[in-house]
Nanobody
Framework: QVQLVESGGGSVQAGGSLRLSCVAS????????KGWFRQAPGKERELVAG????????YYTDSVKDRFTISRDNAKNTVDLQMNSLKPEDTAVYYC??????????????????WGKGTLVTVSS
């Protein structure tokens, strides 16, 4: 049974940092892209960042460029999201996801293979 489990969410003041982590189990994902999506209250789920199967290519939505960094460790089957200089508008539930083929980093939401259950990030002003 495939599972993606996120951790690292929480509450932080604006300007602070959080590091999200997602560990996958049930099958290897070395050939898949991985990504982080988020969904704020009343808004659609959106792609925040994506990373190719070997970590060689990444994608970031404009609003998080230069603040967030996505990374992966295929040996541990994990994908992390380092979030710095957090803003209140970053408040959302963050979900990790997988996608195949693994060279695609701007992951289409309709093509996600597996989803985690999400972790809540709250940024106060």
């Amino acid at each position: 049974q495939v599972q993606l489990v996120e951790s690292g969410g929480g509450s932080v003041q604006a300007g602070g940092s959080l590091r999200l982590s997602c560990v996958a189990s049930g099958r290897p994902f070395n050939s898949f892209s991985k990504g982080w999506f988020r969904q704020a209250p009343g808004k659609e789920r959106e792609l925040v960042a994506g990373i190719s199967w070997n970590g060689g290519n990444t994608y970031y939505t404009d609003s998080v460029k230069d603040r967030f960094t996505i990374s992966r460790d295929n040996a541990k089957n994990t994908v992390d999201l380092q979030m710095n200089s957090l803003k209140p508008e970053d408040t959302a539930v963050y979900y990790c996801a997988t996608f195949f083929p693994g060279n695609i980093v701007e992951i289409p939401i309709s093509g996600v293979n597996y989803w985690g259950k999400g972790t809540l990030v709250t940024v106060s002003s």
